[in-house]
């Protein structure tokens, strides 16, 4: 077993079989594996159901199917600029942030979550992370401090450090909340087989880790260049 995970993993409950739905666009999640596999050094996936689906690869390039112009454009800019891209979310109602040496979001993110970057910006923090889901949960990491959406998550977090060290990756997603630590990763919900044996069986040590809505997943180091994938 990766040594990430000589620990037990808390916080977690019953698996969930592994399928994909039955809507999923076979062509984009070909376009993008493909994109990937012609390409080292992936450091983001987002995937969603009816907002499309990307990969962040090398320092600001993007294959990308079925996003929102608006996002396109933004990320296209920051290409032209050779601005580097670290990562994407995009929720499943659509909303959307690009980190990197920029951070931008799409007009309708939650006005608190955009205050709060804004704040740690302001007191020069490096944000690591910010995830959200379209309930409005959501966090903001950043190297030394982090906040989140609710008391209930913060305590997870908290919890998460408390137990497995420095806190890497915060992912809000659509069926789960995991945190990425630098000794072990913790989830709120259920998650697949195929996600947990690959994730126990790594040969690397993650310091990204996200889970989509149909259990398709994606865990990375980008600082080594090692990242695995299934959808």
């Not at 079925?66 to 601005?83: A, G, K, T, V, W």
């Not at 205050?115 to 889901?133: A, G, P, R």
């Not at 977090?157 to 909340?177: C, D, I, M, Q, S």
Request: proline share 2%; aromatic share 14%; charged share 25%.
């Amino acid at each position: 077993m990766n040594k990430f995970f000589k620990r037990i993993l808390i916080f977690f409950s019953l698996f969930l079989p592994f399928a994909l739905n039955a809507e999923t666009n076979k062509e984009s999640r070909e376009f993008i594996a493909r994109s990937i596999a012609r390409n080292n050094g992936t450091k983001a996936i987002s995937i969603t159901k009816n907002h499309g689906m990307l990969a962040v690869y090398k320092k600001c390039n993007v294959a990308a199917a079925d996003i929102s112009n608006q996002l396109i454009d933004n990320l296209q800019q920051m290409n032209d600029n050779h601005e580097e891209i670290r990562d994407v979310h995009i929720a499943e109602d659509g909303r959307w942030m690009i980190l990197g040496e920029s951070i931008v979001f799409s007009p309708d993110c939650n006005q608190e979550l955009m205050n709060t970057v804004k704040d740690f910006l302001d007191k020069d923090e490096k944000i690591l992370s910010i995830s959200f889901n379209a309930d409005d949960d959501w966090c903001v990491l950043s190297e030394t401090k982090f906040k989140c959406s609710s008391k209930e998550m913060s305590d997870f977090v908290l919890r998460a450090f408390e137990l497995y060290g420095n806190v890497k990756y915060v992912f809000v997603g659509p069926l789960n909340t995991i945190i990425t630590c630098e000794n072990s990763a913790v989830w709120t919900k259920k998650v697949s087989q195929e996600f947990y044996d690959k994730l126990t069986n790594a040969d690397f040590i993650p310091t990204v880790i996200k889970y989509f809505y149909d259990g398709s997943y994606f865990f990375a180091n980008p600082q080594e260049g090692r990242s695995t994938f299934s959808f």
